[in-house]
């Protein structure tokens, strides 16, 4: 699975930052949610908007597939990762954003 995702990575950031032109980031914060805490909310939210949940939403192999892929983006990428959550339950939004502004330096 790695090694798909090495491939991948070498492809997209070609298209991006090569053929497109793109700038390529100085910094990546990534905000990180376990695949459980996600599931949870989606519940929650579709419980009480009425909100339909959407084809990867309703997909948990594809849910926890993507949080592997990203913890191993972040980690082979060097992205600051930054806990969306505490415990089993996710942080206050405001939390978080204080955490980003601490290491943005403002």
Known sequence: YKTELV??????FDFEYGKLG???PDHVFYLEMPPHLCRKMIAKRAGETGRFVDIHEKDA??????YQ???YAGEKLHWT????????EP???SAVLDE???????
């Open 81 to 88: 990762r930054l806990k969306s959550f505490e415990g089993d």
């Open 69 to 71: 892929a990203a913890l």
């Open 22 to 24: 793109l700038p390529t």
């Open 91 to 93: 942080r206050p939004l």
């Open 7 to 12: 491939e991948y990575h070498n492809k997209l």
């Open 100 to 106: 980003l502004v601490a290491h943005l330096g403002f």
């Open 61 to 66: 192999d594809h849910l926890d597939k993507a």
